[in-house]
T-cell receptor, first 114, second 110 residues
Framework: NAGVTQTPKFQVLKTGQSMTLQCAQDMNHNSMYWYRQDPGMGLRLIYYSASEGTTDKGEVPNGYNVSRLNKREFSLRLESAAPSQTSVYFC?????????????FGEGSRLTVL | TQLLEQSPQFLSIQEGENLTVYCNSSSVFSSLQWYRQEPGEGPVLLVTVVTGGEVKKLKRLTFQFGDARKDSSLHITAAQPGDTGLYLCAGLTGANNLFFGTGTRLTVIP
């Protein structure tokens, strides 16, 4: 079972460059999320998509854009990368936005911005 | 804004010892989840607690949700090296937003 698959796993960018992180899930989940994880800060929500065709801002959306391409895929784009965006990014999915819904996470994408 | 503070941030113990990890907030949550994350992987759900005062047991792990639904604890009995990892609590607000805690990194030494 693939679950949630993220690409790439590692990326190094220079300040100002752009890139897109790809995420796909094969569990037929309605909701998908992008988080960033920084030391001592836990996981912070960047954007989420409650269902296909909708996206909403999370706690730290500035500098990012997202696209819910279809039910399976949810991409995160950095238009002009900054060193403050150096982080580990996690994509997650859940059946839907239920109060006790379990999140299933990918393995993470480690991004370094020089 | 960090709603959930976990303590301790780091914990290193010998195999067989007991430990408790705390997750505290000034906010009320409709539910609270605990996840464990191993190096190079994403977090994996351990448990969800919903009712104030609720206690759930998962083998050697005991989870408790505070009566006021503002805090939670995770107690591990007779820790084993396989328990090593980053433990994250996550609280769901009334607006259906899930906030993660700062994390506790546990190392169990054989």
């Amino acid at each position: 079972n693939a679950g949630v698959t993220q690409t790439p796993k590692f990326q190094v960018l220079k300040t100002g460059q752009s890139m897109t992180l790809q995420c796909a899930q094969d569990m037929n989940h309605n909701s998908m999320y992008w988080y960033r994880q920084d030391p001592g800060m836990g996981l912070r929500l960047i954007y989420y998509s409650a269902s296909e065709g909708t996206t909403d801002k999370g706690e730290v959306p500035n500098g990012y854009n997202v696209s819910r391409l279809n039910k399976r895929e949810f991409s995160l784009r950095l238009e002009s990368a900054a060193p403050s965006q150096t982080s580990v990014y996690f994509c997650a999915s859940s059946v839907d936005l239920t109060p006790t819904g379990e999140l299933f996470f990918g393995e993470g994408s480690r991004l370094t911005v020089l | 804004t960090q709603l959930l503070e976990q303590s301790p941030q780091f914990l290193s113990i010998q195999e067989g010892e007991n430990l408790t990890v705390y997750c505290n907030s000034s906010s009320v949550f409709s539910s609270l989840q605990w996840y464990r994350q191993e190096p190079g992987e994403g977090p994996v759900l351990l448990v969800t607690v919903v009712t104030g005062g609720e206690v759930k047991k998962l083998k050697r792990l005991t989870f408790q949700f505070g009566d006021a639904r503002k805090d939670s604890s995770l107690h591990i009995t007779a820790a084993q090296p396989g328990d090593t990892g980053l433990y994250l609590c996550a609280g769901l607000t009334g607006a259906n937003n899930l906030f993660f805690g700062t994390g506790t990194r546990l190392t169990v030494i054989p």
